[in-house]
């Protein structure tokens, strides 16, 4: 637990940090409350990195602006610092110090964006991780490993933004567009989808030194609520949008086209939300068999099979990495398979050893828990058409976009 | 935190300091510099080196300056003499022309918190508002909010706060909303910042430019301002449409938070605003930040409580995710209890059964808690879930069952047959007291109907001697009482062993003293031991209050947007399990646990009062006894509905942490009828002194 303190009104004293210590400590359970008060004085937190990020008032202030302040806080050190762990956060306390100085003044929050922050900011970011330019170039090379990198080169999204006085030659101009949707999905003991929601959002990572408007082209067909439909071909439908406040939609309308400026580091163009009616059938779908054996085992038989297009380069794999793990202490089997290639099917047996096993406890197994990430494929069939920049930037400057669907929660009861 | 070797890093780094070939090295200075703000971050005591830092802090490398003045602000109070050297350092930066170092030795200057150097503060500060560059009046302006909360007692000039206020029209909107900021400070005493029509407009039309926090700010001010007329309220209402639907949470909520004080006297455009941020507010709740999700949810359940429909398409949305934290899991089941209608109780009551498996066993004893309220407007559902949790014989969840059971019978005694029938065989996987005092106390009232009860009463009464709750005892002496009157030959001989034992053996004054009255009873014979005993087996009034009425919203529009929501539940939650339903149905815990602490003659009586009401809004005795009840007044008694005069018997009491006494409020409200409405409240307040400390530790 790392907390970097600042005192910005005197009001706290100087053991709130214990105090904060203690409270986290003594509780037990996997988080404590997001709130928890000491003698009038309120601690918020939230968790991001591994870090606990507390702020304390004494006022009743909005919940939400502290919320939103912390999480804003984490992700400019993440900006600044490249990455965010407790290392990288020791490391770099004196640009932190700098940050929330800027920051913040009297409690009162000045300004959070990245690019009126760069002005200021003089401290450079110590990487925990050299950064090198044999990493960038031998990505098509040896990078290949996994989708993820054949994309772009992984040590690129942990990279501190580029200070403007710095602009050597050495360091590639970079964008990044990012569409990532979270998909959370229910599917009931008989096959049946019960619930499935997506969450969805553009994020641009910005690099550039000088970039004075960027347009991005979404789907022709991509249309929002339930009447309206657009194009011909399979509509890519979506039930709220939001847009960050410096997007112009002046094409939005007519061509699909989003504006803007990007500021360096990264922000958030466009939130999206989808439910009940994806497109196409949920991703993974689990055909479970759970019974006792003779010798009061609990036997589970899982069929897992994955219902994507297959690739065309797919190749079948014998899956020798799989690996199965019980846990105790949260009664539950981990089953963990580093790959699934489209329309293949996997299967596992467990058996179990229950003290005092009865038919009653075979209604206690349950639910089946799936967390997955899928590169290159976006669960609303949202794509992003083009990239253009301008003015055309000099020099050479390399545009990646990437898709990922994450599990939020995909639960199959059984 | 203790850290060893502190002495030595602090003599090192100080002969580092003052070595001349590090000072003229600038970088092998940073770095020393550097090792001090570690050390110091890290804990360790650096105030030793004040007067090397001191002459640190003038040289032309920024980031040096940046990082001395970390340390010379956490150490100025300790030596306040010292710091008077660096005035004059910081006074010469406030020249420089690069407006970065002026904002710089401006800002420090002000964070020194030493009210000795005001003096030498206030002319760079005044010369700092009228600077040309905005980074430098941002830090000016709220410099004179520091210097007036470090001299509370000394007037700020009325020159200056004139200057704040035409500041208000500063071209750059951080100073703009930071002289809001400082006249708030500053003119605390005088109700904060004068808003009136004029400065309302000004803000309004600038609101655009501000970034989301200095959004929230002014429209946290602006919820003072009343609009002169109802035309000037719908232009401002139209102007902020936008803002209440941002994607930006921080706005949404200030936002509402400003109409619902614009409009308190107007019950449907408010209610039309809550409809409107129902989207932005679920977007909220799907957050990827958990504790903004949590934040949401928290927000949603006030919003409930004025339109309970509000969500009821979504509930979906409100489904738990497998690997989100328990307190998320347990306030989307709160949600969902009231989300419930017929088309989707199948589904919902379908998944909250999943999650009453859940590893998390206080998750688990929420889920059934859940079921048991969605049971009160349908039973038949409900009870066959729990009744098949019972048969999964896991000791958490058949307790967390039958006192869910139990709360379900006392509000709708047509469920009693099934539950009767569902008790059989539980005893035995039952552990912990609050579950085994329910099964009892079910047992006791529902006696002549389980034809297992006398034999279930006998393995507790066999094992009273290792008892090690009070609660389980007395309620045993309860339960058995009441199961002799129903059948009175097959329980006559362990009532009397069991009575034998309280009065005899047991230390506990309670219990003894509640088996020696059971005993005067019976004497009194057996048609008195009735009256007193078979009292109610359900609340009647409670029927009207489960459709919980909607509120208006003016009931929790102050509440919005702080951190009261956030806090509550942790209370709520910790008082999922309560004793028996006759005793108090709020209350966390049997009142019987008050009385061998308290004692009377330690209750003080300090005043007897009457308040007359001299005008009630139209409302039913039930919607008051509820609203009450919100507002953490509970209820000991009460005349039968529709009876004229009605009468309540209320108490409220003190919960502060840490405070030594705890008052317990006692009152009583009659309500004398139609025609002259009037309610009256006695008030008699006690101040259970050392007596009441007993209180608190069981709260």
């Known amino acids: ?414 | 935190m203790p850290y060893l070797g502190g002495e030595e890093t602090v003599r090192e780094l100080r002969r580092a300091l003052s070595n001349p070939n590090v000072q003229s090295d600038q970088l092998r200075y940073r770095n020393t510099i550097l090792k001090v703000i570690r050390a110091m971050s890290q804990g360790v005591d650096m105030s030793g080196l004040f007067s090397e830092m001191v002459k640190a802090c003038a040289t032309v490398d920024v980031v040096q300056k940046k990082l001395v003045y970390v340390f010379l602000c956490s150490y100025a109070a300790l030596n306040p003499e010292l710091s008077l050297l660096v005035i004059n350092t910081l006074r010469k930066d406030c020249q420089d022309p690069n407006p970065m170092v002026r904002s710089l030795a401006l800002r420090n200057m002000t964070n020194l918190r030493l009210p000795s150097l005001v003096e030498y503060v206030e002319q760079p500060l005044a010369a700092g508002l009228r600077d040309r560059a905005a980074c430098v009046r941002r830090v000016a302006v709220l410099g004179w909010a520091k210097l007036h909360n470090l001299q509370a007692s000394s007037e700020i000039d009325a020159a200056v706060v004139n200057e704040l206020y035409s500041l208000l029209r500063d071209p750059d909107p951080v100073v703009m909303v930071n002289c809001l900021r400082a006249l708030e400070e500053i003119l605390k005493d005088e109700g904060g910042v004068a808003i009136n029509k004029p400065i309302t407009h000004h803000l309004l039309n600038r609101l655009k430019e501000c970034d989301i926090w200095g959004q929230c700010q002014v429209l946290r001010v602006l919820q003072r301002y009343r609009p002169q007329s109802e035309d000037e309220l719908f232009d401002i209402l139209s102007l902020l449409d936008a803002s209440l639907v941002s994607p930006h949470p921080p706005i949404m909520a200030a936002t509402l938070s400003l109409f619902l004080s614009l409009c308190s006297g107007q019950p449907a455009v408010s209610l039309a605003a809550l409809e409107r941020v129902r989207g932005p507010l679920l977007a909220a709740c799907g957050s990827g930040s958990r504790e903004m999700r949590f934040t949401a949810l928290c927000h949603i359940q006030l919003l409930l409580r004025s339109i309970p429909g509000l969500m009821g398409a979504h509930y979906k949305r409100f489904f738990c995710g497998y690997a989100e934290p328990a307190y998320i899991k347990q306030r989307k089941m709160q949600v969902l209890v009231e989300l419930v209608n017929d088309e989707n109780v199948a589904m919902l009551l379908d998944e909250l059964k999943g999650y009453c498996t859940d590893v998390n066993a206080e998750t688990a004893q929420a889920a059934i808690t859940a079921i048991g309220r969605i049971g009160r407007s349908y039973s038949d559902r409900c009870l066959e879930i729990l009744t098949g949790l019972l048969g999964l014989k896991q000791d958490h969840i058949t307790s967390a069952v039958v006192q869910t059971m139990r709360d379900l019978v006392w509000v709708c005694p047509q469920c009693s047959d099934t539950v009767c029938f569902a008790l059989e065989g539980c005893e035995e996987t039952l552990q912990d007291s609050q579950g085994r005092q329910a099964l009892l106390w079910l047992l006791g009232v529902y006696g002549e109907r389980v034809s297992s009860a006398p034999y279930t009463l006998e393995v507790f009464i066999d094992g009273v001697r290792s008892e090690a709750s009070l609660g389980v005892k007395m309620e045993l002496l309860t339960a058995t009482m009441r199961l002799f009157l129903c059948r009175p030959a097959e329980t006559q001989d362990m009532l009397g062993r069991l009575l034998h034992y309280c009065i005899e053996e047991e230390t506990d004054m309670c219990v003894r003293d509640q088996a020696l009255l059971y005993y005067r009873l019976l004497h009194c014979g057996i048609e008195e031991t009735r009256k007193v005993l078979q009292g109610r087996r359900s609340d009647p009034s409670l029927g009207v209050l489960i459709g919980r009425p909607a509120e208006p919203v003016s009931q929790w529009a102050r509440s919005f947007n702080t951190l009261e929501p956030l806090r509550q539940g942790s209370i709520e939650t910790e008082s999922v399990s309560r004793g028996s339903p006759e005793h108090t149905m709020f209350d966390p815990k049997p009142n019987a646990d008050l009385s061998n602490t308290l004692d009377c003659s330690r209750i003080e009586k300090v005043h007897s009062e009457c308040v007359r009401c001299p005008t009630i809004p139209r409302c039913s005795p039930q919607s008051l006894q509820a609203a009450m009840q919100l507002v953490n007044i509970q209820t000991l008694a009460f005349t039968p509905p529709q009876t004229l005069p009605w009468r309540v018997y209320l108490y409220t009491h003190t919960c502060l942490d840490d405070a030594p006494h705890s008052t317990l409020i006692l009152g009583e409200l009659l309500y004398t009828g139609e025609e002259p409405q009037k309610a009256e409240v006695h008030k008699g307040s006690a101040d259970g002194g050392v007596g009441a400390e007993g209180i608190e530790d069981d709260m």
């Open chain 1, 1 to 414: 637990v790392v907390c970097p303190l600042h005192l910005f009104r005197g009001e706290s004293g100087g053991d709130a940090v214990g105090v904060f210590y203690e409270k986290v400590t003594a509780l037990t359970g996997d988080q404590p409350p997001v709130v928890m008060s000491h003698k009038g004085l309120h601690f918020v937190h939230v968790r991001q990195g591994g870090l606990y990020w507390v702020a304390t008032t004494t006022a009743d202030s909005s919940p939400f602006t502290i919320i939103e302040f912390l999480n804003r806080l984490s992700a400019l050190v993440k900006d600044y610092c490249g990455s965010l762990s407790e290392k990288s956060v020791q490391m770099n306390f004196a640009l932190i110090y700098e940050l929330l100085d800027e920051a913040v003044d009297y409690g009162y929050i000045q300004t959070t964006s990245s690019d009126v922050l760069k002005n200021f900011i003089q401290t450079e970011a110590v990487s925990s991780r050299p950064f090198s330019l044999f990493d960038l170039s031998n990505v098509g090379l040896f990078g290949a490993e996994t989708q993820q990198s054949k994309v772009a080169p992984s040590s690129a999204a942990t990279r501190p933004i580029q200070s403007s006085r710095e602009q050597s030659d050495l360091r590639k101009s970079e964008i990044f567009v990012d569409v990532i949707e979270r998909m959370s999905v229910v599917i009931g003991s008989n096959g049946m989808l019960m619930k499935a929601d997506v969450e969805g959002e553009i994020r641009v990572k910005c690099y550039l030194p000088n970039c004075s408007e960027m347009r991005i082209g979404l789907n022709e067909e991509f249309s929002i609520g339930k009447s309206q439909l657009r194009g011909y071909g399979a509509a890519v439908r979506v039930d709220e949008v939001s847009f960050h406040q410096m997007v112009r939609l002046d094409e939005f309308d007519s061509h699909r086209i989003l504006r803007l400026c990007p500021s360096q580091g990264e922000q958030m163009v466009m939130q999206y939300q989808l439910s009940d009616d994806l497109p196409s059938a949920p991703p993974f779908r689990l055909f479970p068999t759970i019974e006792r054996d003779s010798g009061g085992r609990l036997l589970m038989y899982l069929k897992l099979r994955c219902d994507l297009p297959p690739k065309s380069l797919s190749q079948e794999l014998s899956s020798p990495d799989q690996s199965a793990e019980l846990k105790p202490q949260s009664r539950a089997v981990v089953w963990k398979i580093p790959r699934f290639t489209g329309g293949m099917q996997l299967s596992a047996l467990f058996k179990l050893e229950v003290p005092g096993l009865s038919s009653a406890s075979l209604l206690e197994v349950g639910p089946v828990g799936l967390s997955f990430e899928l590169p290159k494929l976006t669960a609303t069939g949202l794509q992003i058409r083009f990239l253009r920049l301008s003015p055309v930037q000099p020099g050479p400057s390399q545009r990646w976009v990437r898709y990922v669907t994450h599990s939020d929660s995909y639960t199959i009861r059984i």
